[in-house]
């Protein structure tokens, strides 16, 4: 049996269910230790056990993206674990309810939102960074949606392609997408790439499962850059046809 500290370790948050548990079963059929990362204990621990059920190498991370103290334990569970980590994906992030008409929309709302769909992945991605520099080949995946484009968002079908007025979700991934970029910037000349993946309109309870694709349809797109060779694109978003404008 390989050692621990030999093996490939990926971390997913959010992967009790949905598009971060296929993202999770997709990394371990690669032969990976993948710990599933969820606040809620019994939904965690009963993903891991149907991870394992399916032959992945599942591990349950207690882990609050919006908590300080939690992201700080799961960075202790797992170098206690591996000693380091190869592989983040933050997958984790809530809807926040709609509508968000801008002009109606209650300012909590945009708050709470922002708090784990973009502080939330700075939180956890600077509490796993001293675990990825430790790795040969490290790799951040930040889960971004088409509705974080702007160039989509004005176009001039963006009623067909932006999804609905959303002045939380849809800015919050924007958001996302500009720190992503930051984070790249600097990370550059380290041998640690960090993208963002695009899942597409998946049937998910995040939009009351009306999506047209499947969660190991959408999860494709973060397996594939969780696994890109030295040298690959860093700072950059995609979807399963390519590089999506920002």
């Not at 019994?42 to 882990?63: H, K, N, Q, T």
């Not at 997408?177 to 998946?202: D, F, H, K, M, W």
């Not at 494709?220 to 950059?236: F, H, N, R, S």
Request: hydrophobic share 45%.
């Amino acid at each position: 049996m390989i050692p621990m500290s030999e093996r490939t370790i990926a971390l997913v948050t959010g992967a009790n269910k949905g598009i971060g548990y296929e993202i999770a079963a997709g990394l371990g059929a690669l032969g990976w230790s993948v710990g599933v990362g969820a606040r809620d204990d019994r939904r965690r621990e009963d993903a891991v056990v149907r991870l394992r059920a399916s032959g992945v190498d599942a591990f349950g991370v207690p882990l609050d993206v919006t908590d300080d103290a939690s992201a700080s334990a799961a960075a202790r569970l797992i170098e206690e674990r591996a000693g380091h980590l190869d592989v983040l994906v933050n997958n984790a992030g809530i809807a926040g309810g709609m509508p968000q008409d801008p002009t109606r929309v209650d300012p909590d709302t945009i708050r709470t939102v922002v708090e784990t769909n973009v502080i939330g992945v700075v939180r956890v991605t600077n509490a796993m960074l001293p675990l990825l520099r430790r790795s040969a080949s490290p790799r951040i995946v930040n889960m971004s949606s088409s509705v974080g484009s702007l160039t989509r968002q004005a176009g001039a079908a963006a009623e067909q392609t932006a999804g609905p007025v959303a002045a939380a979700y849809s800015p919050s991934k924007t958001f996302l997408n500009a720190v992503t970029l930051q984070y790249a910037r600097e990370l550059s000349g380290t041998n640690i790439l960090i993208n963002l993946g695009c899942p597409g309109y998946v049937a998910t309870d995040l939009n009351g499962f009306r999506g047209v694709r499947t969660p190991e349809q959408g999860a494709a797109i973060a397996v594939k850059l969780a696994t890109l060779p030295d040298g690959g694109p860093t700072g950059q978003f995609f979807d399963d046809a390519g590089v999506v404008p920002w």
